[in-house]
């Protein structure tokens, strides 16, 4: 591996840590305590609960107690973390096109097309989670869209796991572990979205 693109990965890495976090707005004791009791108890349904308590617990003012709230909360999330990593395998992905790996090169371009579908993907299930249509619990237009948002929300995982996938036939090193490490974080963000997803569905509370 040449150092310009050791230099690269290194900027890279840095960008990926340095994204802003959303502002949270001012909320009473009550209000928060109560709506991260929900939060916990609902992650509880979840592959990975600590991580879904820890990324949700700081939008508990904006999610009460109120589970289709809880649902698009975690799946925004979801779609910002791979929004990030996205860019972050493009830009990979471009220095790569420099070196001499061309397996490590052919996986990288291959996991950005993987992850651009899987935000394609979860933005679709958020913007099926606003527009849920008022047909009353166990309605039908409810009972659709949320398989929509589902099916969705399972393909991003998917997507995701395809990446790694491909990587399989790249010589072990720093970005084979790099990247695959960071897609597997991403990957949890994503089950848990879907987790909650399918807790609120069997609630079938549009």
């Known amino acids: 591996m040449n150092t310009k693109f050791l230099v690269s990965l290194v900027l890279a890495t840095l960008l990926f840590h340095l994204q802003p976090i ?9 209000t928060t305590t109560n709506g ?10 979840t592959l990975y609960p600590e991580l ?9 003012n904006a999610i009460q107690q109120n589970p289709a709230q809880l649902a698009k909360v975690s ?18 992905a471009r220095q790569a096109d420099y070196g001499s790996d061309h397996r ?4 990288l371009h291959d996991c950005f097309t993987n992850f651009d579908d899987a935000v394609d993907e979860i933005r679709g299930s958020l913007k099926q989670m606003r527009q849920l249509g008022a ?15 589902q099916t969705w929300m399972s393909a991003a995982l998917t997507d995701e796991d395809t990446c790694t996938d491909g990587f399989e036939d790249v010589a ?25 997803v399918n807790s609120y569905v069997e609630k079938g509370t549009p």
């Open 22 to 30: 959303p502002a949270v707005g001012n909320s009473s004791p009550t």
């Open 36 to 45: 991260t009791d929900f939060i916990r108890t609902s992650c509880g349904t």
């Open 52 to 60: 879904c308590y820890n990324s949700l617990s700081r939008y508990a």
């Open 75 to 92: 799946i925004s999330v979801s779609l910002a973390k791979a929004r990030r990593m996205a860019a972050y395998v493009s830009n990979l």
């Open 104 to 107: 490590a090169a052919s996986a």
């Open 135 to 149: 047909a009353g619990a166990g309605g039908v237009s409810f009972r659709f869209q949320m398989s929509n948002v």
């Open 172 to 196: 072990d090193g720093p970005l084979k572990t790099d990247v695959c490490d960071r897609v597997g974080k991403v990957h949890k963000f994503t089950s848990n979205a879907l987790a909650l």
